[in-house]
């Protein structure tokens, strides 16, 4: 495995700001948001569809650093009803395209999460039960049949029209793909060309074993994001895991995204990427450092000493 990073954590800097930085600290591979929930601070994806010059001048930045690009990433909700349903799809059909363009092979995405009846203005997540009330079952059934995989047997056609060869969805919250189940129903319904972003940080304050989880998913993963979390003592056991506090509000939350080796130790995170290798994967590991207890230069600088002590080579 090799280490990358998801580059929106350094967005403050420009393009080749960025990549000079991250060389420094002995990162040679990016993933780069083209748009959704990011503002694409190192990506203009219109400019780099329409024009062939801006595309050789991204590219060489890459190559004269020896660099490259893991994947390109446009995580949001494609399937939300509204306008900016239509406009994340649309960057979604549009990064497709721009991978053919830049010989990007694999891109990570959300799956999205629809309404729950063709009349909602909001997307529903059902994940409490479908036994009460009995409809609900009949709106995961209307989620998952008449919406999600309609558009994603649309969105593949285009992937492999594109060259594009994997699709890793991030097992993120409030989404339709949260879990390796709900991986395995869409990529069972769809195309084997969908897997996982298998995401540890999210599995774990879901209540889930992410060594558990890349044992049953197998070949199925697709990507890996290095990404932590804490389950904060005293709070956790008060209120449990479900938390609606704003995410900067740190101190009060019973759960943080932090720093790789601030949540598990190195020792989980060894057995982890062993495990995940072991399932044969042996392609990058994305640095996703979201971690608002520190400031970004600590959380990036313990991030990265924790994931080079502990990929699996």
């Known amino acids: 495995m090799k280490l990358s990073c998801c580059t929106d954590v350094l967005g403050d800097l420009h393009y080749e700001a960025m990549l000079d930085h991250l060389k420094s600290v002995g990162i040679m591979a990016v993933e780069m948001t083209t748009g959704g929930w990011s503002s694409a601070p190192h990506v203009n994806l219109e400019e780099l569809l329409e024009d062939e010059n801006a595309r050789i001048r991204f590219q060489s930045a890459l190559n004269i650093r020896g660099m490259e690009i893991a994947a390109l990433n446009c995580s949001g909700n494609p399937l939300d009803p509204g306008e900016m349903g239509l406009n994340h799809k649309n960057v979604a059909f549009q990064t497709m395209e721009l991978a053919g363009l830049l010989g990007v092979k694999k891109i990570v995405m959300m799956s999205g999460l629809p309404p729950a009846t063709a009349e909602d203005k909001v997307p529903n997540w059902i994940t409490y039960t479908v036994s009460w009330p009995p409809v609900l079952k009949s709106m995961l059934d ?5 919406v999600a995989i309609p558009f994603w047997k649309e969105l593949v056609a285009h992937a492999k029209e594109n060259g594009v060869e ?5 097992n993120f919250s409030s989404q339709l793909v949260y879990n390796p ?16 972003n298998l995401d540890p940080s999210h599995l774990i304050w879901m209540g889930a074993d992410p060594i558990a989880s890349a044992r049953n998913l197998g070949d199925a993963i697709h ?16 209120n449990g895991i479900m938390e609606t506090k ?11 995204y932090v ?6 130790d190195l020792k989980w995170w060894k057995e982890f990427f062993s495990v995940v290798r072991m399932t044969g994967y042996n392609d990058y590991v994305s640095l996703e450092m979201e971690d608002l207890t520190m400031s970004v230069e600590a959380g990036l600088n313990t991030s990265i000493e924790a994931l080079q002590k ?4």
């Open 310 to 313: 502990s990929i699996s080579q």
């Open 166 to 170: 994997k699709i890793a969805l991030e």
């Open 246 to 256: 704003e995410i900067d509000d740190v101190a009060n939350r019973a759960w943080n």
């Open 142 to 146: 209307y989620q998952w049949n008449e």
């Open 223 to 238: 990507h890996v994001h290095g990404k932590d979390v804490r389950l904060e003592r005293g709070l956790v056991e008060i």
């Open 181 to 196: 189940e709900t991986l395995f129903r869409l990529r069972n319904a769809v195309d084997p060309m969908i897997g996982l």
């Open 259 to 264: 720093a790789v080796g601030c949540g598990q």
